[in-house]
């Protein structure tokens, strides 16, 4: 099973930005799919942007796109999220996700590992 372990979250002004890692552990990455999710209070997670580990395929949100930016470094096996220009909406708890896929999936229910979330708050 793998192991996810976010870091990077915090508290930022409007306008702002942060990068946020994921490192992953456990298993041999071959055709998974890495994915960031958030949740503000509320039932559903909501999909954030995610990447395909072989080939560097990225799917985003349109909530975000042009504001964040998904990348991965093989080499350590760490995902990351670029967000820029920060708007107090995004504040939310935000997920590193894994599934053993080759394309992205956007609903929650098919990842198969999470980490343990971090906390991004945007103020206003």
């Known amino acids: 099973q793998v192991q996810l372990v976010e870091s990077g979250g915090g508290l930022v002004q409007a306008g702002g930005s942060l990068n946020l890692s994921c490192a992953a552990s456990g298993r041999t990455f071959k055709n998974v799919v890495m994915g960031w999710f958030r949740q503000a209070p509320g039932p559903e997670r909501e999909f954030v942007a995610g990447i395909t580990w072989t080939g560097g395929s990225t799917t985003y949100a349109s909530s975000i796109k042009g504001r964040f930016t998904i990348s991965r470094n093989s080499a350590r096996n760490t995902v990351y999220l670029q967000m820029n220009s920060l708007k107090p909406e995004d504040t939310a708890v935000y997920y590193c996700?894994?599934?053993?896929?080759?394309?992205?999936?956007?609903?929650?229910?098919?990842?198969?590992?999470w980490g343990q979330g971090t906390q991004v708050t945007v103020s206003s």
């Open positions: 996700a894994f599934t053993v896929r080759n394309w992205v999936p956007t609903r929650h229910s098919l990842y198969d590992s």
